[in-house]
Nanobody
């Protein structure tokens, strides 16, 4: 399974971005996908996850009400819509796929990772 993120960039506080994660390869191997982020000098942080088969989602408290995770099953693409962005959202954002049942907020439980895309929120 290969995962490629796109859509990152520089945005002003209060702005929006939509990240995409294109998946290829043995996509039947995964059960759920998630977004994580890592700011300089900090641990990787869970953002959101989605169960691929039915689209059920879970969002981290830190981004609840501002970020939305979704997927296009036919295109094997994962999305993260980010609204009302804050400077503290600045990080490298990674998508990940999990081949075992259940949605997880723990990065260690994900099997496949993308290379990341930089999101910078600054005026």
């Amino acid at each position: 399974v290969q995962l490629v993120e796109s859509g990152g960039g520089l945005v002003q506080p209060g702005g929006s971005l939509r990240l995409s994660c294109a998946a290829s390869g043995r996509t039947s191997r995964w059960y759920s996908m998630g977004w994580f982020r890592q700011a300089p000098g900090k641990e990787r942080e869970y953002v959101a996850a989605i169960r691929w088969i039915d689209g059920s989602t879970h969002i981290a408290d830190a981004v609840m009400g501002r970020f939305t995770i979704s997927r296009d099953n036919g295109e094997n693409t994962l999305y993260l819509q980010m609204n009302s962005l804050k400077p503290e959202d600045t990080a490298v954002y990674y998508c990940a796929a999990r081949s075992t049942m259940g949605i997880s907020a723990y990065s260690i439980e994900y099997d496949y990772w993308g290379q990341g895309t930089q999101v910078t929120v600054s005026s």
